[in-house]
């Protein structure tokens, strides 16, 4: 990443050689999208019910190689105690990862580029390699080019979510936030709600969903023209994916998978174990992970568990149905079929 934004230092880590390596940086790796929102049923309304500083010298270790799944999942690396909050990918040599002490790492295919923000980042939502958006105590900050600026001072956000340097959204305590290329204003009131994830699909449709103080869940949508409450569902929901205007998921801790069919939301499958995330690349490619570390594909008709990974996994990032990225607590997860170009990423030694 380019120098010329508050805070500081650009650094390059190389891999080669040695398996172990200095890292002079907390390592951090993020792209949760996570967001908190206070909300009073009566206040929402009634919704059908769903049918800068010094771097620190740190030693990073190569993660080991866990036995790969049908699909070859695989441990990629292994950060020494750092939480990860994060995970975007544009190709498979470009690849950011973000989380505490404010730093935020670009894989470019042969090392990391790293940048130190001001505070620990609590989520980052990217467009491309030159428009992303950060949140912290600080506020969010907006990579526009090769300069990173602070467009706001609520410190709250903790959830992103982007379509262009034009459309964007952050969910706060107050609401939901709205970016128009320019500046950030309030686009849905908080009314006692908490909001954990949004998902933007185009200009005129996303979602957003969390949880209410009596333990149910909410689904918030946007129609191109405003907010409104969409359904309310048993479970708080703790992540959403939208694949297209028809087919979109959302997931809870309690292990329930919603899906809208572009009508309503139906419950689709319980798992009845802790889900964390949820994303993919179109509706017959959708991935989904849990606290206990398994990742699980729906192929189109039905979920299926494809890789158990030895931490837990918080963070998905697919690039295609063959390129696929994860992150766990300090664990960067990947996917490596023989003959795609992931190889090219994960074949680079000391990787």
């Known amino acids: 990443m380019a120098s010329g934004s508050p805070g500081g230092s650009v650094r390059r880590?190389?891999?080669g050689g040695p398996r172990v390596w200095i890292v002079s940086a907390v390592l951090v790796l993020t792209v949760a999208v996570i967001g908190v929102i206070a909300v009073d049923r009566a206040a929402i309304g009634s919704a059908p019910a769903a049918q800068g500083g010094p771097f620190a010298n740190e030693v990073a270790s190569v993660g080991q190689v866990v036995p790969a799944s049908a699909n070859s999942w695989q441990v990629a690396w292994v950060t020494p105690s750092v939480q990860l909050t994060g995970v975007a990918a544009f190709d498979p040599t470009h690849v950011w990862v973000a989380g505490s002490d404010g730093l935020l790492y670009a894989w470019d295919g042969t090392g990391w580029n790293v940048r130190r923000l001001d505070d620990d980042i609590a989520a980052m939502a990217a467009v491309n390699q030159h428009d992303a958006w950060v949140s912290s105590d600080d506020g969010i900050r907006h990579l526009s080019g090769s300069k990173w600026s602070l467009t706001s001072h609520d410190g709250t956000v903790t959830a992103l979510a982007a379509l262009d340097p034009s459309h964007a959204w952050a969910a706060s305590a107050s609401g939901i936030l709205a970016w128009?290329?320019?500046?950030?204003?309030?686009?849905?009131?908080?009314?006692?709600?908490?909001?954990?994830?949004?998902?933007?699909?185009?200009?005129?449709?996303?979602?957003?969903?969390?949880?209410?103080?009596?333990?149910?869940?909410?689904?918030?949508?946007?129609?191109?023209?405003?907010?409104?409450?969409?359904?309310?569902?048993?479970?708080?929901?703790?992540?959403?994916y939208a694949a297209d205007a028809r087919h979109a998921w959302a997931v809870s801790r309690e292990g329930s998978i919603y899906?809208?069919?572009?009508?309503?939301?139906?419950?689709?499958?319980?798992?009845?174990?802790?889900?964390?995330?949820?994303?993919?690349?179109?509706?017959?490619?959708?991935?989904?992970?849990?606290?206990?570390?398994?990742?699980?594909?729906?192929?189109?008709?039905?979920?299926?568990?494809?890789?158990?990974?030895?931490?837990?996994?918080?963070?998905?990032?697919?690039?295609?149905?063959?390129?696929?990225?994860?992150?766990?607590?300090?664990?960067?997860?990947?996917?490596?079929?023989?003959?795609?170009?992931?190889?090219?990423?994960?074949?680079?030694?000391?990787?």
Do not use: C, K, M
């Not at 809208?260 to 490619?285: K, P, S």
């Not at 594909?297 to 149905?321: E, M």
């Open 180 to 240: 128009n290329g320019s500046q950030w204003s309030l686009a849905y009131a908080a009314h006692g709600a908490r909001l954990d994830a949004i998902s933007a699909l185009d200009a005129s449709h996303a979602w957003a969903v969390g949880s209410l103080p009596d333990g149910g869940g909410v689904v918030v949508a946007w129609n191109g023209f405003e907010w409104s409450l969409q359904a309310s569902v048993p479970v708080a929901l703790s992540a959403v």
């Open 13 to 15: 880590i190389h891999w």
């Open 259 to 351: 899906a809208w069919n572009g009508t309503v939301w139906q419950l689709e499958t319980d798992l009845h174990q802790q889900l964390t995330a949820v994303a993919g690349t179109d509706a017959a490619h959708v991935w989904a992970s849990t606290s206990s570390g398994q990742v699980l594909f729906r192929d189109g008709t039905s979920w299926d568990v494809i890789y158990h990974a030895p931490t837990t996994v918080t963070g998905l990032a697919p690039l295609d149905a063959a390129n696929v990225w994860a992150i766990g607590f300090d664990t960067v997860y990947g996917t490596q079929t023989p003959g795609s170009s992931t190889q090219a990423v994960y074949n680079v030694p000391g990787f």
